[in-house]
């Protein structure tokens, strides 16, 4: 017992060491919210403030568009396509990380980073060089009919590139932590690789990945650098969302351009609310499963 207390007490100093008093706790949140007001609140406020500064109709009509609506529906296809190609990567690829050990295991994980680190407007640059009219399979392209820059496989490919890391990084750790032991005693139990997967590797990851694919639709939508080096700016054709606003900003159509941003403002609220859904969810799976 004496022991014990000669190992509590110095612990219950040093947090009580640590705490800091009331005036220092309401100053950090004081300084905190104020942070919160200024860069997160008020840029909003102001962006929906200016989208109805000449009322609902003209909202409504900046939002309705032709360009818009095809800006839209654009910004929409791109994420369509490149979030599941990324949950397929992001599977494949925390599977064989978490799971196997292999030669350039460690130079696959720094690849996987590689979007992070480029900035967008270079990747985009890197494939105007390869698959442009003077790039390096651009006459090829060319002689074959087949359009990637200034066209949809162009975006899709930059948008892929930078939203490449969000599902694999959200599920490496996750099944590094959780390890193969559920797995290895259901292929015990005489499963296929397959049911193995839709049974028991799935569902353990599901949280992880939901929130993989939130972060990376939510970036395919808002992407803006790498898209306008490969879209060629055509309106009605190649502009997604974010350049369609940058367009109209540049036209000083402020209201259409604001009413337009402000969807993209509801997708980034409807985005964070979602995070902390999962987040809240995902803590909730990981107390239960330390208490079994």
Known sequence: MLSSKVIIEPMRRDRDAICESPPARR??????????????????????????????????????????????????????????????????????????????????????????????????????????????????????????????????????????????RELIPLMQQQGSDDEQAALTLGASPLRIFLTVTLPNIKWGLLYGVLLCNARAMGEFGAVAVVSGHVRGATNTLPLHIEALYQDYDLVGAFAVASLLALLALVTLIAKTALEWRFAGDLAAQRRH
């Open 27 to 168: 100053a950090l949140i004081a300084f905190s919210v104020v942070i919160l007001v200024l860069f997160l609140f008020v840029p909003l406020a102001a962006v929906f403030t200016e989208a109805l500064r000449k009322g609902f109709p003209a909202y409504l009509s900046a939002i309705v568009a032709p360009d818009a609506l095809a800006a839209m529906i654009l910004t929409l296809t791109v994420a369509a396509i490149c979030v599941p190609v990324n949950v397929v990567f992001g599977i494949a690829a925390a599977w064989a990380i978490a799971r196997f050990e292999f030669r350039c295991k460690r130079l696959l994980e720094t690849l996987i980073d590689l979007p992070f680190s480029v900035p967008p407007v270079v990747a985009g640059l890197a494939f105007v060089l390869l698959f442009g009219a003077n790039g390096y399979f651009g006459v090829w392209l060319d002689r074959h009919g087949i359009e990637v820059i200034f066209a949809l496989p162009g975006i899709l490919l930059a948008t892929t590139f930078v939203t490449f890391p969000f599902v694999a």
